[in-house]
């Protein structure tokens, strides 16, 4: 298991994948999916997803920001908004060790990569490497980093459409030039190497339709068999 060099120790036994991908993309769908796929080879795995709004002192105020409570998605500058959500992830990491210490593999739904694009996504094109690049550093000295992050790629007018369908929109969710942006940026990340190593998904047909959810999830596990050795 890779992890920083300035990080403290912790035990590592599993494999650490990584879904990430827009609102309404499908990540708890397809982070599901994946432990139970790992489960079903006889191997252990569990799924720890971010925001733990319930869970978290961190989580509880991400959520309050989220439904508006400090105003826009833009109020608050894009370092203040990456503080909260990475002290939502140092508050959960003794459960991430113990996690990764009993489990062949830990399925992680949001991870540092999201920070990243949601808090960078509004930025200047020039202005966001540097933002990502802190982002990575800061939580990272904690935090270990991931042996493969799924990208799950949706187009942000279907995403939007999911989300909507699916619930009342939050700040972030009910912002169309961020939910725009964010495709852009993962696709930025990946590019520079920040946060991987990546995969990539395709969620969308060539239809402009979703993919069957079994489909999308068998491309899943095929970046997963091929990339960490789960033996």
Request: charged share 20%; aromatic share 8%.
């Amino acid at each position: 298991m890779k992890s920083d060099m300035n990080s403290p120790a912790a035990p590592s036994c599993a494999k650490l994948i990584v879904i990430e991908g827009g609102d309404g993309a499908g990540k708890q769908t397809q982070s599901q999916a994946l432990v139970a796929h790992l489960q079903a080879e006889g191997l252990s795995a569990q799924r720890i997803a971010f925001p733990c709004y319930e869970a978290n002192i961190a989580g509880g105020i991400i959520l309050r920001m989220l439904r508006g409570e400090f105003g826009s998605a833009g109020a608050l500058a894009p370092e203040i908004r990456m503080l909260m959500f990475a002290a939502d992830r140092f508050e959960t990491l003794p459960a991430l060790h113990q996690a990764m210490a009993t489990n062949d593999a830990v399925v992680i739904d949001r991870y540092v990569a999201s920070n990243a694009v949601y808090q960078g996504a509004l930025l200047p094109e020039a202005d966001f490497e540097p933002f990502a690049q802190q982002v990575f550093d800061f939580e990272f000295k904690l935090l270990p980093r991931p042996d493969l992050a799924i990208f799950l790629n949706a187009a942000p007018e279907a995403s939007r459409s999911m989300a909507e369908a699916r619930a009342e929109l939050d700040a972030f969710e009910a912002n169309s030039d961020l939910q725009a942006a964010v495709a852009l940026r993962y696709a930025r990340l990946m590019a520079l190497g920040l946060g991987g190593p990546w995969a990539e998904v395709q969620v969308m047909a060539a239809s402009g339709q979703y993919r069957a959810i079994e489909a999308i999830a068998d491309d899943v596990w095929q970046a997963v068999a091929s990339t960490c050795d789960l033996a």
